[in-house]
């Protein structure tokens, strides 16, 4: 059993910063890779940033200069420092863990958090 635990998120102003926090604890081997994807209600869930197991990071151009992602493979853990926020970063942000298992990859997600940006 894997679980995904995350904190952090909540309210801020446009050009504000928030942090989110994600941990993974369980039955875990095989990490590809850690990421974070965001939802706004009525559209699909989209990609945000993943780090690879070897440290490689990747990020959508939405985000690109504005949003770091860092992560402890020993740890299991990932976090998402968002900086300049915008309006149109306002969703419900998850975690996810990607494991790959004779030959098959499995996804594993947090429980979601709020980022709601305003003025």
């Known amino acids: 059993q894997v679980q995904l635990v995350q904190s952090g998120g909540g309210l801020a102003q446009p050009g504000g910063s928030l942090r989110l926090s994600c941990a993974a604890s369980g039955n875990i081997f095989g990490v590809n890779a850690m990421g974070w994807y965001r939802q706004v209600p009525g559209k699909q869930r989209e990609w945000v940033a993943t780090?690879?197991?070897?440290?490689?990071?990747h990020y959508a151009d939405s985000v690109k200069g504005r949003f770091t992602i860092a992560g402890d493979n020993a740890e299991n853990t990932v976090t998402l420092q968002m900086n300049g926020l915008k309006l149109e970063d306002t969703a419900v942000y998850y975690c996810?863990?990607?494991?790959?298992?004779?030959?098959?990859?499995?996804?594993?997600w947090g429980q979601g958090t709020q980022v709601t940006v305003s003025s």
């Open positions: 996810n863990l990607e494991v790959r298992r004779s030959g098959l990859d499995f996804h594993y």
């Open positions: 780090i690879t197991s070897d440290g490689m990071t």
